[in-house]
């Protein structure tokens, strides 16, 4: 059982990326994902949250508006789409797979079984 974050690369202030959490051994649409992410420093911070039981779509207000996330469940991938990048959101984004049954908010690590290795996104002002 393995997740994978991808997508993560150096870009210009106001460029987009598209991040993706791929699943091995695990059926990601049975779970509940999560996008987290750690700067430098910083404690690992949580990004957004989507909901495999009820289509939910949650968002810090960090970065709501400019983060949308999607799927594609044939795939068995999921996508963080970050457009407008600032740097601060120089970061290793990490997504996380929850089961969606005993999941809160899933706004809180602890709420995470699954984790992938994260990916590194670095912004240039």
């Known amino acids: 059982v393995q997740l994978q974050a991808s997508g993560g690369g150096f870009v210009q202030a106001g460029e987009s990326l598209r991040l993706s959490c791929s699943g091995s051994?695990?059926?990601?649409?049975?779970?509940?994902i999560g996008w987290f992410r750690q700067a430098p420093g910083k404690q690992r911070e949580w990004v957004s949250y989507?909901?495999?039981?009820?289509?939910?779509?949650d968002y810090a207000d960090s970065v709501v508006g400019r983060f949308t996330v999607s799927e594609d469940v044939d795939d068995n991938t999921y996508y963080l789409q970050i457009h407008t990048l600032k740097a601060e959101d120089t970061a290793v984004y990490y997504c996380?797979?929850?089961?969606?049954?005993?999941?809160?908010?899933?706004?809180?690590?602890?709420?995470?079984?699954?984790w992938g290795q994260g990916t590194q996104v670095t912004v240039s002002s």
């Open positions: 996380g797979a929850a089961n969606p049954w005993t999941i809160d908010a899933g706004r809180e690590e602890q709420e995470y079984g699954y």
């Open positions: 051994g695990l059926t990601l649409e049975a779970f509940g």
């Open positions: 989507q909901g495999s039981r009820d289509g939910t779509r």
